[in-house]
């Protein structure tokens, strides 16, 4: 099957964690469950500190703090799922509740 990277990107809000909502945080402990009776795999999840932590290796070798773009959204976590096609990783990205953000789906390269 292929494999999809699933990006969450969301506002950062100053208690992080503490501010998701408790449905929030539910629909998300749900989707594991959600995606297994689609038939599709979660390979890989992570949840990511907050932006404050990231440091960017630029071309140069010059590190600095922070993301690389500057936005209002940042990433906040990402999975990969194997899936049957895109439009089933699609239907998997909208079983994520998005407070302020978005979810991105992108097809990984074949190895």
């Known amino acids: 099957m292929p494999q999809y990277a699933v990006l969450i990107y969301e506002k950062e809000t100053p208690g992080g964690v503490a501010d998701i909502p ?5 629909a998300n402990m749900r989707a594991g469950e959600q995606i297994a009776a689609m038939g599709a795999t979660v390979i890989n ?9 990231t440091r960017t290796i630029h071309k140069n070798g010059l590190v600095t703090d922070g993301p690389f773009i500057e936005s209002k959204e940042v990433i906040a976590g990402f999975f ?4 049957a096609d895109l439009d089933q990783a699609i239907a998997i990205g909208k079983l994520l509740p998005i407070m302020d953000g978005a979810v991105e789906v992108r ?4 190895q």
Do not use: F, G, H, I
Request: proline share 14%.
């Open 107 to 110: 097809p990984l390269l074949a």
């Open 80 to 83: 990969v799922v194997e899936a």
């Open 22 to 26: 408790p449905e929030v945080m539910e």
């Open 45 to 53: 999840e992570q949840a990511l500190q907050p932006s404050a932590t």
